[in-house]
C-alpha cells in the first residue's frame, strides 16, 4: 500500500500525543525547561540541514521571495484561524497553551523538513517506507514532549501532516516519468537546506527568542523547485 509509511506517522503522531497528555501534570519549570531544550534541538537539527545546500544563493532567494508570496497570501493567519477554530469547538478547560499553539507547532515542525518529502517521495517511487516510519517513530516521541507542554492541540497536526505527505508520495508515482535524476537530486538538497531555515526559525520561536511568521516562509519550497528546474534547464 503505497500510503502505509503515512498512516503509521500520523498514528504515531496520535498515540505519542495520548500519552503526552497523561504527562500534562509535570511541573511549569519543568515543562519550560523542556520546551527550550527541544527549541535548542529544533535549531541545531535546522542548521544541521541548512549546511545540505550546494548553491546557498538559492537558498536566500528561495526564502525571500516564498515570505514575500507567504506574506501576500497570509498563510501563517490562515493556519492560526483554522487552530483557532479548533480551540472554539474543542475548549480546553485547562490553563496554558491553546489548542491553536500546539497545533500551528507540531504542523511545522512534523511538515518543514526534509524526511517529509523524503520518505514520501520514496513511498510513492519505490513503495519503501523506511523512512516515513522512522520519521514517525521521531514525531512520536516530539508530540509526547509537544502535548505535555502545549496542550491536544498537537493532535490535530496529524490532519495536514497525512494530506501533505499523501499529496506527496500520490504525485511522486508518476515523477520519475517527467523529473531527471539529477534534478530531483538537486532540488531536494536545496529543498532541505531552505526547510532547515525554516526549522531554525521554528525553533527559535520555541524559545522565545524571536516570534518568525514561519508558516509564511513554506512557498519558499515551490520556489526552490522553480529555481532549481530553471538552473538546470538553462546551465
Do not use: C
Not at 64 to 71: D, F, S, T, Y
Not at 141 to 147: A, H, K, N, Y
Not at 203 to 208: C, S, V
Amino acid at each position: 500500500m503505497v500510503l502505509f509509511g503515512s498512516i503509521v506517522n500520523i498514528v504515531l503522531i496520535i498515540v505519542g500525543t495520548l500519552i503526552g497528555r497523561f504527562l500534562s501534570n509535570i511541573p511549569e519549570r519543568m515543562k519550560e525547561t523542556v520546551m527550550y531544550g527541544i527549541g535548542l534541538a529544533v535549531v541545531a537539527i535546522g542548521i544541521q540541514m541548512t549546511f545540505e545546500s550546494n548553491q546557498i544563493l538559492i537558498v536566500i532567494i528561495s526564502i525571500v521571495l516564498g515570505a514575500v508570496v507567504g506574506e501576500w497570501i497570509d498563510l501563517d493567519g490562515k493556519i492560526n484561524r483554522l487552530g483557532k477554530w479548533l480551540e472554539v469547538k474543542l475548549p480546553s478547560k485547562k490553563e496554558g497553551p491553546g489548542i491553536a499553539q500546539g497545533f500551528v507547532t507540531a504542523t511545522l515542525i512534523f511538515v518543514v523538513g526534509s524526511m517529509a518529502i523524503l520518505g514520501a517521495i520514496d513511498s510513492g517511487l519505490r513503495n519503501e517506507h523506511d523512512v516515513l516510519i522512522m520519521k514517525g517513530i521521531l514525531d512520536g516521541f516530539t508530540s509526547i514532549i509537544l502535548s505535555s507542554t502545549l496542550g491536544i492541540g498537537v493532535l490535530f497536526s496529524a490532519v495536514p501532516v497525512f494530506i501533505y505527505q499523501a499529496t506527496i508520495t500520490l504525485l511522486s508515482t508518476q515523477i520519475s516519468r517527467f523529473v531527471p535524476d539529477v534534478l530531483l537530486d538537486s532540488f531536494i538538497a536545496e529543498m532541505t537546506a531552505v526547510g532547515g531555515l525554516m526549522i531554525v526559525g521554528i525553533g527559535l520561536n520555541l524559545i522565545g527568542i524571536t516570534k518568525i511568521r514561519v508558516a509564511n516562509l513554506i512557498p519558499g519550497i515551490a520556489v526552490v523547485a522553480v529555481i532549481v528546474t530553471i538552473v538546470h534547464f538553462l546551465f
